[in-house]
């Protein structure tokens, strides 16, 4: 009984369709953004990240809200698309790397491709199976959630920034989530761990000039003190949302639902709104 129920959950299809009438671009705030997906990290913990910090005192900054089941391929998808996992149909709980699908509704690196921005992603190869080459003009996956995978994601995404043609790339970094399940994220293991992603952070940072590019700096979910995540505890749904950059009005803001963030990145390039998006553009942060 408990097998049936648990593959019933994770065949689960939705019925929602996404409407075939896409809306219309509007005029782009911005011409580059540069995403940071930094795995696992809580709100809280964001003050033991140096580089972070400083980033924070020009930038709105604000808690975001993990969809729930808080787990990483729904976390993305909804922040790639804007659609809860009942909307997106991104498995629940983390599908097999074999039986892993491409996002089936709108997103980011689709709406920019049809828009003819030029795309770039950096980090660990589910993401590949998620994002369909022919949505990337950039990319480069790494195999394992490490140390070594984040260094290797962080200099391929500084070598994407040396062509002044890409106009949105993605960095996802790993390891901190990977360590924070074995250790806990408020360990000696868990936040050396953390001050690598931000020293990984410090790197990519001179490549990204805050004068003409949008910087967005977030996580996907938080993690228990214990490790590990998956439900609705607090430490696990506040996760970080930091935003620098052109048209960004800096400040401490109250917390925004983790779909938000596609809605406004679309809305900061100039894109069609993701037509299953259910997140909301913040105008506040903007000027």
């Not at 949008?214 to 430490?235: C, E, F, K, N, P």
Request: proline share 7%; glycine share 8%; net charge negative.
């Amino acid at each position: 009984w408990a097998m049936s129920l648990w593959n019933g959950t994770m065949a689960y299809q939705p019925v929602y369709r996404q409407p075939q009438e896409m809306g219309r671009p509007m005029p782009a705030l911005v011409s580059k953004l540069v995403f940071v997906l930094i795995d696992g990290v809580r709100y809280d913990l964001a003050e033991q990240m140096p580089c972070l910090q400083q980033i924070r005192l020009v930038s709105a900054v604000a808690k975001s809200i993990a969809v729930v089941p808080s787990m990483s391929q729904p976390a993305w998808t909804a922040l790639m698309t804007g659609a809860r996992p009942e909307i997106s149909g991104a498995a629940l709980f983390n599908a097999e790397e074999e039986q892993l699908q491409p996002i089936q509704v709108d997103h980011l690196f689709q709406l920019a491709k049809q828009a003819g921005l030029t795309t770039a992603l950096a980090g660990y190869k589910w993401w590949e199976k998620m994002v369909p080459a022919e949505y990337l003009d950039k990319a480069h996956f790494v195999e394992h959630c490490d140390a070594e995978g984040d260094r290797e994601a962080t200099q391929a995404a500084v070598e994407f920034l040396q062509d002044p043609d890409v106009d949105l790339l993605l960095l996802y970094l790993g390891e901190f989530d990977e360590i924070s399940h074995s250790f806990g994220p408020p360990s000696p293991a868990g936040l050396q761990s953390l001050r690598r992603s931000d020293e990984q952070l410090c790197t990519l940072l001179p490549h990204v000039d805050l004068n003409n590019t949008v910087l967005i700096v977030t996580s996907d979910h938080g993690q228990l003190t214990r490790g590990g995540h998956g439900g609705d505890d607090q430490a696990v749904v506040e996760a970080l949302f930091v935003m620098a950059g052109p048209k960004v009005r800096p400040g401490r803001y109250p917390a925004i639902q983790e779909p938000d963030i596609a809605m406004t990145t679309a809305a900061l390039l100039g894109l069609p709104l993701p037509r299953s998006g259910q997140g909301r553009i913040r105008y506040e942060f903007l000027d």
